[in-house]
């Protein structure tokens, strides 16, 4: 995997591989949450487990998308609320942590759409604005290498930017990216391939 860089997320990409890669424990997991979720008894407690166990991995991927540290947390509430208000549609027949990122990146998809027609700005401006909200981020403790390399993700068309996200910082396996995204593996190794082109020129031009 091309290497950009010590990223300062260790702990977070590790919380996140480790909810996707153990798929038998995580079935058995999913298995008594689901039968929890579904008694009134235990439901409430089992969503709490829910939300403590997803709350870390989800706002890194919501932050990354939308940049900003109170739009990711907004979006958060929203993922969990609609988790929530939905639980009685959720058949098991995907994994918990699939529903959830689904869920967590149709917000932060909506939310950006949402903005551009607000602001009736372009791709590409809001692109521009979210480099800006990089540039003046009051939570951001990396180093310039980190910061261009926030800076030349947010310059990638959505999907890219969702791909290269799961890919490089989390470490997803390509088949459940497939099962998150609803795109092929093969469509998902290109889409990553193109992020890192654009990724190398960006850094390339603006170190």
Not at 14 to 35: C, E, P, Y
Not at 181 to 207: D, P, R
């Amino acid at each position: 995997m091309r290497n950009f860089g010590k990223i300062n997320n260790d702990t977070a990409r590790h919380r996140t591989m480790s909810i996707f890669q153990d798929k038998a424990k995580d079935n058995s997991d999913d298995a008594q949450l689901i039968m929890e979720l579904r008694s009134p008894q235990t439901c409430r407690a089992a969503f709490g487990r829910i939300i403590a166990m997803y709350t870390e991995p989800l706002y890194r991927q919501i932050r990354r998308m939308v940049q900003s540290h109170d739009d990711a947390n907004d979006l958060l509430q929203n993922t969990f609320i609609k988790a929530w208000s939905s639980l009685e549609n959720f058949r098991g027949d995907a994994r918990l942590s699939t529903w959830l990122y689904k869920i967590a990146i149709n917000e932060s998809l909506t939310f950006l759409e949402r903005e551009r027609r607000r602001l009736n700005i372009s791709l590409d401006d809001q692109q521009a604005m979210l480099v800006n909200t990089i540039e003046g981020d009051p939570f951001f403790d990396g180093d310039r290498a980190q910061r261009l390399l926030r800076e030349a993700v947010a310059t990638l068309p959505e999907k890219q930017r969702l791909v290269f996200n799961m890919k490089y910082f989390d470490e997803m396996k390509y088949e459940d990216m497939s099962a998150i995204l609803g795109t092929s593996v093969g469509a998902l190794k290109t889409s990553y391939h193109f992020a890192v082109k654009k990724i190398e020129n960006f850094i390339e031009k603006n170190q």
